[in-house]
């Protein structure tokens, strides 16, 4: 039941994702306002905006212009669903699971803006590091993990400073976005331990 709910959060969540992708690249406030087609900018209704089904029901076209609309908008809502899905299968709730179901939807964000912007927006990027450290501190206080807390350091000195490397190598082959979001993954994966796979329960 505790997955069965994770996923359809992450579906919710995956909704919200593809409003970052739209508004966040232009510069358009992502906080407030209502869901809009990307085509007439009409505002979508409640029952419009159900993740997945509304975009069968509706064949793939807005209710107003009869515009397509992309499949990206359930592939996404589908993989936040799913990756929200298997972290809770893998670590359950806590402060831990909360930072990698945000993971999961930004870096989702992340790469489906880069896929057709070639940038990483700082807003994303700078929100995942923020939650990073009040997360992985939170979790470190409740549990006693310090010692993890001190690898998630090194795993961002780590990640980071070999994306940075790459970077002033070869500066056109990557972009300097993909250093800072180097930063936040390797404390990620550095308080989880390298070895630490998502498939194998601990």
């Known amino acids: 039941m505790v997955i069965l709910a994770a996923v359809a959060l992450g579906l919710l969540c995956g909704s919200f994702a593809n409003v970052l992708i739209a508004r966040v690249p232009s510069g358009e406030g992502w906080v407030r306002g209502s869901s809009r087609c990307p085509t007439c900018r009409h505002d979508i209704a409640w029952y419009d905006n159900i993740p997945v089904l509304s975009w069968l029901v509706l064949r793939r076209r807005c209710r107003h212009c009869k515009e397509p609309i992309s499949a990206r908008y359930p592939l996404v809502e589908l993989t936040v669903g799913v990756l929200f899905g298997l972290v809770a299968w893998q670590f359950g ?99 989880l331990g390298w070895g630490r796979s998502p498939w194998a329960r601990s």
């Open 93 to 191: 709730s806590g402060a831990v699971t909360w930072l990698l179901a945000l993971s999961a939807l930004l870096t989702v964000a992340l790469t489906a803006i880069d896929l057709e912007h070639h940038r990483l927006p700082d807003a994303l990027v700078f929100t995942l590091a923020g939650a990073a450290v009040l997360l992985l501190v939170a979790d470190a206080a409740l549990s006693g993990a310090w010692a993890s807390l001190g690898r998630a350091g090194l795993g961002a000195l780590a990640l980071g400073g070999f994306y940075f490397v790459l970077w002033f190598v070869y500066p056109k082959g990557l972009g300097f976005g993909d250093v800072k979001l180097a930063v936040p993954i390797g404390a990620i994966l550095g308080y």
